[in-house]
């Protein structure tokens, strides 16, 4: 247990420098960036399918590919949208969005909810509707403070659910939707690094710093992956969701005292709502995790 949350926790500080990480990696686009990370990520992701002998897992869903030939429209789509997800991540920190990125993975939470809600008719607790109201408030407050609501907070808010959606009509493991998601993301990162402005070995040349920069992209991509996954696999659902609250944190404070965003004195009244309802859920997820727990311990309770 204590081994998963430290897990989950470094896989949170490592995505936070990751985010940082971006805005030293000039003159590397947000597109090259995204592109690397699946090249380099691919092969850190087979090590740990391998250490999971998770293999078998790869060899049923390319047999499914084989008899179920909606898998070859599915597939790429799941991979578009996690794409988009990691496109904009380091692309957001090179164009002063990295607020609205963080704006986004706090809203993610309360999202889901509503998505459980509506597709799945979960019945939603008070403690969660309360939460979602308050959130409601929070995202009031910001269309009419800047007139407008981020496309980048919309994109991450709104992008991910569709894509947990699909990964749950496929009825594939965790592994097996990483695979071939980078697997079919990985011809578009070969474009994109071959049509940029300046050849990869230009720039390799130009900015001999490059050939220490980019390896450890992957390596800090790399093992914040691992990290995150094997936490998941560790770790009770309830306790894992709750601790994804970090993340979002760490990219707030990255945003506003390492990479000079500045936030106007209104927005606080979008953001403090936003906060007030992930403390009420993640508190739910604790009570409700430690409940759990002891009535796994004590079984005549439950």
């Not at 991540?89 to 993975?105: I, T």
Request: positive net charge.
């Amino acid at each position: 247990m204590k081994q998963g949350i430290a897990l989950s926790v470094f896989s949170s500080v490592l995505f936070a420098a990751l985010y940082y990480y971006t805005t030293v990696l000039h003159p590397l686009s947000g597109a090259a960036i995204f592109a690397w990370r699946i090249v380099l990520g691919l092969p850190a992701l087979a090590l740990l399918i391998s250490r999971a002998r998770g293999w078998g897992e790869i060899r049923l869903t390319a047999g499914r590919l084989r008899r179920e030939p909606r898998l070859w429209l599915l597939l790429p789509l799941s991979a578009g949208l996690i794409g988009a997800q990691l496109l904009v991540f380091v692309w957001a920190p090179l164009h002063q969005r990295a607020l609205d990125v963080s704006l986004g993975y706090f809203l993610l939470p309360l999202v889901m909810v509503v998505v459980g809600r509506v597709f799945y008719h979960e019945r939603l607790t008070r403690a969660q509707t309360l939460a979602v109201l308050i959130a409601a408030a929070g995202v009031a407050h910001e269309v009419w403070r800047a007139d407008s609501f981020s496309w980048v907070t919309a994109l991450v808010m709104l992008g991910y659910p569709p894509y947990f959606m699909l990964r749950r009509m496929l009825r594939m493991g965790t592994l097996a939707t990483l695979w071939f998601d980078m697997c079919f993301m990985l011809p578009l990162a070969l474009l994109l690094l071959h049509g940029q402005d300046m050849s990869v070995p230009q720039q390799f040349m130009r900015h001999p710093a490059l050939f220490g920069l980019v390896p450890l992209l992957g390596l800090i991509s790399s093992v914040a992956l691992i990290s995150y996954i094997s936490a998941s696999r560790m770790l009770p659902l309830g306790l894992f969701g709750i601790l994804g609250y970090v993340e979002p944190v760490l990219l707030f404070w990255v945003a506003l005292l390492f990479l000079d965003e500045s936030m106007p004195a209104l927005a606080w009244f979008t953001y403090i709502p936003i906060w007030m309802a992930i403390l009420l859920m993640a508190g739910e997820g604790l009570l409700e995790w430690r409940k759990d727990g002891r009535n796994e311990k004590n079984p005549a309770r439950a």
